[in-house]
């Protein structure tokens, strides 16, 4: 008989969360370790990152690491994932959540906020997949989650063309990765939130808040919680997954439905 518990275990598992130190990736990174992961959280500010993996490590009893980490520079992500290893032995998870929106309307947005935009949530995403990877392919596998958006598939009414158009690419990475590492045991897929109620959107939809009406276009009439990915990611992480890789899992409150 099948033990579903143990599926979900994640004990013994090392693991890596870009943009870590606070939102939906600090979140995740509780659920993770709250399964049993040792947890390496990665953030441009040093101060929070390194708050949140004491924290972290007080609350669930891990161990865990925090670096100052840029996405967008290849020496640091190497960096990364060599402390890791060096640290903890192997790398089994990747959470890519680093990433930002610019709200620029296309005719107004320079190609510099254009390249930004791409430079993190793209080449990011890529660089942290790439030497991960690797040193995946030398310990027989693991489990990369990226972070996508319903804005993956949809255009919202924000005008946010830049970042609508980086998810997209990092949906379609998903799938690429996921077919070219499959014979490495590497399962790769894609976390697609909806609107979520971060610290950061949370004064737009409040009752004056300028994104308020776009409530009205969810079917459950409100924003996601950031624990309501958690289970997700736990999920991915874990071998409860085992038969999944290329996909993107939408969790929006419905909107994309309509």
Not at 92 to 110: F, H, L, P
Not at 143 to 150: C, E, G, H, R
Not at 194 to 200: L, N, Q, R
Request: with cysteine; charged share 20%.
């Amino acid at each position: 008989m099948t033990n579903y518990k143990n599926l979900f275990d994640l004990q013994g598992k090392v693991s890596i969360i870009t943009g870590g130190s606070r939102g939906l990736g600090r979140e995740m990174a509780n659920a993770l370790s709250q399964a049993g992961a040792s947890v390496v959280l990665a953030d441009l500010n040093d101060e929070l990152v390194q708050q949140a993996a004491e924290e972290i490590k007080a609350q669930n009893g891990v161990e865990t690491l925090g670096l100052q980490v840029d996405v967008t520079k290849e020496d640091q992500v190497k960096n990364l994932v060599d402390t890791t290893i060096e640290r903890f032995g192997k790398v089994d998870i990747v959470i890519n959540n680093a990433g930002i929106c610019q709200k620029i309307k296309a005719e107004e947005m320079s190609l510099q906020d254009w390249k930004k935009t791409m430079d993190v949530n793209v080449n990011g995403v890529f660089l942290v997949s790439k030497y991960a990877g690797l040193k995946m392919m030398e310990t027989g596998g693991g489990s990369i989650i990226n972070i996508a958006s319903m804005s993956s598939f949809i255009a919202n009414t924000e005008a946010q063309c830049a970042y609508n158009s980086s998810k997209a690419a990092v949906a379609m990475m998903t799938k690429c990765l996921a077919n070219e590492w499959v014979t490495h045991n590497i399962r790769v897929n894609a976390i697609a939130p909806g609107y979520m109620e971060t610290d950061m959107a949370k004064p737009l939809f409040a009752e004056d808040g300028e994104l308020r009406h776009v409530l009205d276009y969810i079917p459950m009439k409100r924003l996601g919680k950031p624990y309501e990915l958690g289970g997700l990611a736990i999920y991915l992480a874990s071998d409860a997954s085992s038969y999944a890789t290329g996909s993107v899992f939408l969790v929006d409150g419905g909107y994309t439905v309509i």
